[in-house]
């Protein structure tokens, strides 16, 4: 890692009329939301001058470090690994930062995911057209020349946010219930929670929302069999070992035990997300007047200066 910096998102220690949360380098420019390509379904047929899959050794790496493959005819799959671990993470973010450094000609996105890297294009963009390779091939010797010369090993700088959250009653209804199924005190809940050493592997599902990882397994409970059909805003979740942040209000099948009163999507601002990843987040508990206290902030901020930059 290049360095590391502290971001306290209480309204402690930050400009508030400016709002400028994210101090230091976006991830890239691309404002499309992270996802990953897996969501698409099963992949489409391999197109003509594509290469195979390469097979993953025993322990769960790839034989190379990395396999490509196509989406379609316009989107490469780069995968990094085989499991969710935040080393093959650092290499996915590393890689996507580099593709988007380099401004590949015909490229229009850069997706990053938990172990993958997804490459869209438009093939009448591509240049080298006169090789008589198909664009896929041509763009697959272009992504491996990156790889090669070490592009996933890029360190960028590391970030810790801090997050405030006001933890049960009406903002984490689950709270007692995941309290219960794992034989824990709410206190000890909370305490474990923010404990935990969260990582944001991708944002997907809604703009902004952070998939972390790192949560402690103690504290690991599956989706909930039935879904609401609206989580508010700013409401802190957890499933399996993960943790999660509703960026916006959505349906959710996750186990709600808090709510931060940030607001982490602003489609105004630059970067329009609070988060990003690569970022480590902990959690801090916060009473509830704290939390009408940052929210009452929050608000003034935004009727202030509605179009400033983070």
């Known amino acids: 890692m290049q360095g590391t910096s502290t971001l306290n998102c209480g309204y402690d220690r930050f400009a508030t009329r400016t709002g400028k949360?994210?101090?230091?380098?976006?991830?890239?420019?691309?404002?499309?939301?992270m996802r990953s390509c897996r969501s698409i379904g099963k992949r489409e047929s391999t197109p003509r001058g594509a290469k195979r899959a390469q097979c993953p050794t025993m322990d769960g790496e790839l034989a190379r470090g990395w396999r490509i493959e196509a989406a379609g005819d316009r989107c490469l799959i780069v995968e990094l690994g085989t499991r969710v671990d935040?080393?093959?993470?650092?290499?996915?973010?590393?890689?996507?930062?580099?593709?988007?450094?380099?401004?590949?000609?015909?490229v229009s996105d850069v997706v990053p995911a938990f172990t993958t890297v997804a490459v869209h294009y438009r093939p009448e963009k591509l240049p080298g057209s006169a090789s008589g390779e198909s664009p896929h091939a041509r763009l697959e010797k272009t992504v491996e020349a990156?790889?090669?010369?070490?592009?996933?090993?890029?360190?960028?700088?590391?970030?810790?946010?801090?997050?405030?959250?006001?933890?049960?009653?009406?903002?984490?209804?689950?709270?007692?219930?995941?309290?219960?199924?794992?034989?824990?005190?709410?206190?000890?809940?909370?305490?474990?929670?923010?404990?935990?050493?969260?990582?944001?592997?991708?944002?997907?599902?809604?703009?902004?929302?952070?998939?972390?990882?790192?949560?402690?397994?103690?504290?690991?409970?599956?989706?909930?069999?039935?879904?609401?059909?609206?989580?508010?805003?700013?409401?802190?979740?957890?499933?399996?070992?993960q943790s999660a942040i509703y960026t916006l209000q959505t349906?959710?099948?996750?186990?709600?035990?808090?709510?931060?009163?940030?607001t982490f999507f602003r489609p105004d601002a630059d970067p329009p997300s609070l988060l990003r990843p690569g970022d480590r987040v902990r959690f801090v508990a916060v009473s509830r007047e704290r939390y009408d206290e940052i929210a009452e902030r929050v608000r003034a901020d935004l009727e202030r200066a509605p179009g400033d930059s983070r």
């Open 146 to 241: 990156l790889l090669a010369s070490g592009a996933d090993a890029f360190a960028a700088e590391a970030r810790t946010v801090e997050i405030p959250v006001c933890y049960g009653g009406d903002f984490g209804p689950d709270l007692d219930e995941v309290a219960s199924a794992c034989s824990l005190s709410a206190g000890r809940v909370i305490e474990l929670h923010g404990a935990s050493p969260h990582l944001v592997y991708m944002l997907g599902f809604a703009p902004g929302f952070p998939y972390m990882g790192g949560l402690d397994p103690r504290l690991a409970m599956p989706r909930r069999s039935t879904p609401r059909l609206k989580i508010a805003a700013g409401t802190v979740a957890i499933a399996r070992e």
């Open 21 to 33: 949360w994210l101090a230091g380098p976006s991830h890239g420019s691309s404002p499309t939301l």
């Open 86 to 106: 935040p080393q093959i993470n650092r290499r996915v973010h590393a890689l996507a930062s580099r593709l988007i450094a380099a401004r590949i000609e015909g």
């Open 251 to 262: 349906p959710g099948g996750w186990n709600l035990i808090g709510r931060t009163p940030l």
